[in-house]
């Protein structure tokens, strides 16, 4: 499989994701969970593999810190 496809096939995936009512009991938007899966992926390898931190994913998207926590969280 092409490296690039990978990508844009993650990315439509999350674009796609209904998660309004899952994440809605816990206090997070879609759009905060949706941008943290958008930043993971950018930071992520072939593999699909990606460590950054969680100060760099709120800088990334301009986020509070505790605004990426909540989305992990979710």
Known sequence: MDDS???FARLRSIRDADLSDA???KGVSAWS???VLYTLTTYADAQGVAYPT???IARTMN???RTVQRALSA
Request: net charge positive; proline share 0%.
């Open 5 to 7: 496809y990978s990508i």
């Open 23 to 25: 994440l809605a009991s």
């Open 33 to 35: 969970a949706k941008g």
């Open 54 to 56: 969680i100060a760099t």
């Open 63 to 65: 986020a509070s810190r």
